[in-house]
């Protein structure tokens, strides 16, 4: 059964340590992206990876980090430095469907809460 | 820059009502547009989507048509049930390769 994973769903941090968020996928896609989503938003984007061992700043990517070492795999950390870091996180991923690249299919999210 | 501008939200309509969400959209080209709905508390799934102009994207009783000459990608039901009620997304694949999102506009159905 193909699709997005990503763990924990729910997961709680004391502030000023670094936290990392999983997300792996099984659709053989080759763009993975980061959201953010703070209550009653949309959607931010984080960071963002077309192929493997490459990735890009999307909008907000003070405080984050990201790897891309597995074309399965895309993890995110919040680190120390991200000032707001409290919010509900989305994994998706995209690739290549009639010919078209667009289309982008979401995990069911991390809500990370800093206390 | 491309941009999507949807209804502000709240909606709330009782059941078996119809719903309109209007969504527009600013691009240069012909964008991809879909929709996408997310329930309490998960993420987003794709609802819909048109990849040219008049084109008509469909699922679960839900429509939106591609109209280039308004800018528009307005989602519509026929009759709606408690169990739509969510948070719904209009957006566009932008010219820089990547998912512009509006801010949603959250529906809520009473029975």
């Known amino acids: 059964d193909g699709g997005i994973t990503q763990s924990p769903k729910y997961l709680f941090r004391k502030e000023g340590q670094n936290v990392t968020l999983s997300c792996e996928q099984n659709?053989?896609?080759?763009?993975m992206y980061w959201y953010r989503q703070d209550p009653g938003q949309g959607l931010r984007l984080i960071y963002y990876?077309?192929?493997?061992?490459?990735?890009q700043k999307g909008d907000i990517a003070e405080g984050y980090s990201v790897s891309r070492e597995k074309k399965e795999s895309f993890p995110l950390t919040v680190t120390s430095a991200q000032k707001n870091p409290t919010a509900f996180y989305l994994c998706?991923?995209?690739?290549?469907?009639?010919?078209?690249?667009?289309?982008?299919?979401f995990g069911p999210g991390t809500r990370l809460t800093v206390l | 820059g491309d941009s999507v501008t949807q209804m502000e939200g709240p909606v709330t309509l009782s059941e078996e009502a119809f719903l309109t969400i209007n969504c527009t959209y600013t691009a240069t080209g012909y964008p991809s547009l879909f929709w996408y709905v997310q329930y309490p508390g998960e993420g987003l799934q794709l609802l819909l989507k048109a990849t040219k102009a008049d084109d008509k994207g469909s699922n679960k009783g839900f429509e939106a048509t591609y109209r280039k000459e308004t800018t528009s990608f307005h989602l519509e039901k026929g009759s709606v049930q408690v169990s739509d009620s969510a948070v719904y997304f209009c957006?566009?694949?932008?010219?820089?390769?990547?998912?512009?999102f509006g801010s949603g506009t959250r529906l809520s159905i009473r029975p």
């Open positions: 957006a566009l694949y932008s010219s820089a390769s990547k998912i512009i």
């Open positions: 659709l053989n896609h080759d763009a």
């Open positions: 990876s077309q192929i493997v061992n490459d990735f």
């Open positions: 998706a991923s995209s690739g290549r469907t009639s010919g078209r690249t667009d289309t982008q299919y």
